[in-house]
Nanobody, 122 residues
Framework: QVQLVESGGGLVQPGESLKLSCLAS????????MRWYRQAPGQERELVAG???????NYAYSVKGRFTISRDDAKKTVYLQMNTLKPQDTAVYYC????????????????WGQGTQVTVFS
């Protein structure tokens, strides 16, 4: 019984900013790597950013310098600050987390949120 819920998506103009949040809830023993993906219409899913338990991050080349991923382990939440948004950033954004549950297997399992729409237009 683990759930991820994203929020913060919306419609913005080029150059504006959005901050996405993803809250993990349920019976959780530990949250390991957390990631943000996105998928544009007719395209494959793309890894946008990831953050490990120790805070080490990685980003897709297309968002480096514009997006920042962070996490608050006390709140079991991962964030994605998106600045200087471009039309090509338009996509459904999904969060994904490797989570250990007391009712599941011993090793971490992947859990996904439902996605939140980000649209950048002029």
């Amino acid at each position: 019984q683990v759930q991820l819920v994203e929020s913060g998506g919306g419609l913005v103009q080029p150059g504006e900013s959005l901050k996405l949040s993803c809250l993990a809830s349920g019976s959780i023993l530990g949250v390991y790597t957390m990631r943000w993906y996105r998928q544009a219409p007719g395209q494959e899913r793309e890894l946008v950013a990831g953050i490990r338990r120790g805070g080490v991050t990685n980003y897709a080349y297309s968002v480096k310098g514009r997006f920042t991923i962070s996490r608050d382990d006390a709140k079991k939440t991962v964030y994605l600050q998106m600045n200087t948004l471009k039309p090509q950033d338009t996509a459904v954004y999904y969060c994904c987390a490797d989570i250990v549950s007391p009712y599941g297997l011993e090793s971490p399992s992947e859990y996904w949120g439902q996605g939140t729409q980000v649209t950048v237009f002029s």
